[in-house]
């Protein structure tokens, strides 16, 4: 079956840089749109990042746009989020999710992982 399993989140000071991984699997992983959204508490899930075949294939949510950059392993079945120059406001539920084709809204997304916690707070 389709697994999406996210890791990577935690407790990091404004202006700090984490990594997110989602590792997948069940399913033919170059040939799906990766996508990372995040939901803050009393908010709608929103878009941040996805990626499709390489990294020639992108698009970013203007609120991460030059600070955070996603990419992908397709040997390794995983794709990334590396975020930096991070704030307060990036707080949130980070998702990975997979798309057949380029797609910014979470309707486009069929299957979610269970979310990985990021903090940024001093």
């Known amino acids: 079956q389709v697994q999406l399993v996210e890791s990577g989140g935690g407790l990091v000071q404004p202006g700090g840089s984490l990594r997110l991984s989602c590792a997948a699997s069940?399913?033919?992983?170059?040939?799906?749109?990766l996508g990372w959204f995040r939901q803050a508490p009393g908010k709608e899930r929103e878009f941040a990042a996805t990626?499709?075949?390489?990294?020639?294939?992108?698009a970013y949510a203007d609120s991460v746009k030059g600070r955070f950059t996603i990419s992908r392993d397709n040997a390794k079945n995983t794709v990334y989020l590396q975020m930096n120059s991070l704030k307060p406001e990036d707080t949130a539920v980070y998702y990975c999710?997979?798309?057949?084709?380029?797609?910014?809204?979470?309707?486009?997304?069929?299957?979610w992982g269970q979310g990985t916690q990021v903090t940024v707070s001093s």
């Open positions: 999710a997979r798309s057949p084709t380029l797609r910014a809204r979470p309707e486009g997304y069929d299957y």
């Open positions: 990626i499709g075949w390489s990294s020639d294939n992108t």
């Open positions: 069940g399913f033919t992983f170059s040939t799906y749109w």
